[in-house]
């Protein structure tokens, strides 16, 4: 097995900035016998160190795989490029933190896909630890390379590259995949001939019978006359035509790391992170996660309480983030934030929350948070006209922002972020402006309470997302975004108090492009990585120009993915995943959307929106969430009878779907 020489590194990490990120040894590290592991794998995220390291998915998954007996699990994260040039200059391959691996020794290489602006890096990573970047190049000498995370519902522009794609929650099938290559004899695949693809093809085809695993080689798309989409159809008969997304259905027995790494060099997030809720009900018609992630989840205060214990006795962390899409949707938030309190602030050891709405941040749970110390507060109104909240269904009103804003003044804070968007559907110029008129109103409210306040105001541009009400709309031009930015930098230059940042047009056109590209745009992502884009996602290695390059010689026009407007019928390059959501409740919110601008409610607190998704769960386990404690109506499909509903009382009721 090929190892880096460790006399070597020594040599070379004096040359490269934060060399930490390449030693590996930190605090809760697991180490084992890699020769002894009937399983090798390595898992990516493919970004520096201390991204991939405040990962929570990269986090579970480590712990997971090194639980086993039979399992290695060693953690790879893209190099800077001093370091990329010093494994290329002393012609190094890749390794892995732990034993200094190769990362083309292992059975299985899994990458988790958090943004679209990652899939260079992937094919980086890839290249740097010796491993083909295409699929169709790999043999049976080489590792699997499987891809997990939120931009996988949408797996086509990554299909070249990937062999297998995970589809929703890795917790279990994680498990099965491990299982299914142990069955099939993938591992141990020393003295293998690269002239060989048999058992590869093989293993490939076991993996595609797996639930929630997608192996694109075994599906051809065909495409119309005019460059839209027919179908996405297998191309044999013992792989599914449609693949369904896996999920957790108990997040209390769900598996969680209580000793997680803690990194020597700065990561982004240094504390104790509790996933408290999985999923999101809000329905935000904009919001990807809370739409794939559904249902809503929730682990127990008691069960959050003993991690939270562990955890800080493993790694010495002095600050608890309680996270989840929207944090104080938790129908014990207060409750939990007073308990970690009472018991850990005479250490000093503080409570952030992350994602808040509006509506759900109170006084009283202002004050719990603050008892030890105050961490930044960051709101997400979105929009900054009613008018426009209303739209993407955000169900916060102007009432809401001003009584969350007053708590947190009244509570003693004077930094608070806004978060907002532009570019969203049927936006105006007067919506945009409306973002300025709020942070301003917000400001004026800290100053009548004798706070000099600091608002940081973030805006970014909206890109429509698969699995949202929002796939059919075209994104803004680069043009539009710039004209809207500067009607928002206009609504915010008179007052002090305000800082604002946004991001670059020409990142959202990619971003849209590989969001809702198909198949073909996996040749302008392979020539973009060729031409020197590998770290997208850092401004100082963004190269808009490379991109557009790298577009025109594929012969992929970005605009016809991420700017046109699609009909309802037009075949989407996912329609073959099923998520769990019906197709025309996402039509419903659009026209929703587009029309009467009516809002649809949460439907933890309110009857069941028909969304799909708990049709394919345990009743009992959602109703368990409900914060009024009430028995809620609730959709059931039955093949017999069609669709209906069974009230509180228990009567059934037929259901009328909406006609697209």
């Known amino acids: 097995m090929q190892r880096i020489d460790e006399r070597l590194l020594d040599e070379i990490l004096p040359r490269v900035k934060k060399p930490s990120r390449y030693t590996g040894g930190e605090l809760n590290e697991i180490r084992k016998d890699l020769e002894a592991a009937e399983v090798k794998f390595a898992i990516c995220f493919p970004d520096v160190y201390e991204i991939g390291m405040s990962n929570m998915g990269i986090q579970i998954l480590y712990d997971i795989l090194n639980k086993r007996d039979d399992t290695v699990c060693e953690r790879v994260f893209a190099p800077w490029e001093d370091m990329r040039a010093e494994l290329l200059n002393h012609r190094l391959p890749l390794y892995t933190l732990e034993s200094k691996a190769a990362l083309h020794e292992f059975d299985i290489v899994g990458f988790s896909l958090s943004y679209e602006l990652a899939y260079t890096a992937l094919l980086d990573l890839c290249h740097l630890g010796g491993i083909p970047v295409k699929s169709d190049d790999r043999t049976d000498a080489d590792p699997l390379v499987i891809a997990g995370g939120h931009c996988t519902v949408n797996p086509e522009p990554m299909a070249d590259f990937v062999d297998a794609f995970v589809i929703g929650d890795g917790e279990d099938v994680i498990h099965e995949i491990v299982d299914a290559m142990k069955e099939a004899g993938w591992p141990n695949r020393v003295g293998r001939s690269r002239d060989s693809r048999d058992l590869r093809e093989a293993m490939l085809l076991r993996l595609a019978q797996i639930e929630g695993v997608y192996v694109p080689r075994f599906y051809e798309p065909t495409y119309n006359a005019d460059g839209t989409l027919q179908h996405i159809a297998p191309t044999r008969r013992d792989v599914p035509a449609i693949i369904k997304r896996v999920a957790v259905d108990d997040l209390n027995a769900a598996p969680f790391p209580t000793a997680p790494i803690v990194p020597y060099t700065e990561a982004i997030h240094e504390r104790v992170a509790v996933e408290i809720v999985r999923g999101c009900t809000q329905g935000c018609r904009f919001c990807q996660a809370g739409m794939i992630t559904r249902p809503a989840r929730e682990r127990s205060n008691e069960k959050i309480q003993e991690l939270v214990g562990e955890i800080l006795e493993n790694t010495g962390y002095d600050e608890v983030s309680l996270t989840s899409l929207s944090s104080a949707d938790h129908t014990e938030i207060k409750e939990m934030v007073r308990d970690v309190v009472d018991t850990y602030g005479a250490d000093r050891v503080g409570v952030s929350l992350s994602s808040l709405r509006t509506d759900k941040f109170s006084v009283g749970l202002a004050e719990e948070v603050q008892r030890v110390r105050r961490s930044g507060l960051t709101f997400a109104p979105e929009a900054g006209s009613q008018r426009m909240r209303d739209v993407i269904n955000k169900n916060v009103s102007e009432e809401d922002i001003e009584r969350a804003v007053g708590a947190a003044f009244e509570g003693g804070w004077r930094h608070i972020k806004l978060y907002f ?40 541009s909206f890109v429509p997302k698969p699995f949202t009400p929002y796939q059919w709309h075209g994104q803004s031009t680069m043009e539009e975004l710039d004209a809207k930015q500067k009607v928002l930098r206009e609504s915010m230059k008179r007052d002090k108090a305000l800082s604002l940042s946004w991001n670059d047009p020409s990142t959202t056109l990619i971003e849209g492009t590989l969001s809702l590209g198909d198949r073909r745009v996996g040749k302008a992502i392979h020539r973009a990585w060729e031409l020197g884009c590998r770290l997208d996602c850092w401004d100082e290695f963004f190269r808009f120009e490379t991109w557009m390059q790298a577009f025109d010689e594929a012969g992929v026009d970005p605009t016809f993915y991420a700017c046109r407007q699609k009909s309802y019928e037009e075949t989407l390059p996912w329609d073959h995943i099923d998520v769990g959501l019906n197709k025309w409740y996402l039509i419903d919110e659009d026209k929703k959307s587009r029309t009467t601008r009516e809002l649809t409610p949460d439907c933890r607190a309110n009857n069941c929106s028909v969304c799909g998704t708990c049709m394919n769960h345990d009743m009992k386990n959602l109703l368990t969430v409900n914060p009024k404690g009430k028995k809620l109506d609730i959709p059931i499909l039955d093949g017999s009878k069609g669709p209906r509903w069974v009230n509180g009382k228990g009567t059934e009721i037929p259901l009328t779907p909406v006609t697209p």
């Open 421 to 460: 968007m532009i570019g969203l559907p049927t936006e105006t110029d007067e919506d945009v402006a409306a973002i300025g008129e709020t942070a301003r109103k917000v400001a004026t409210m800290g100053r009548k309470q004798g706070i000099q306040p600091k608002i940081n105001v973030g805006v970014s």
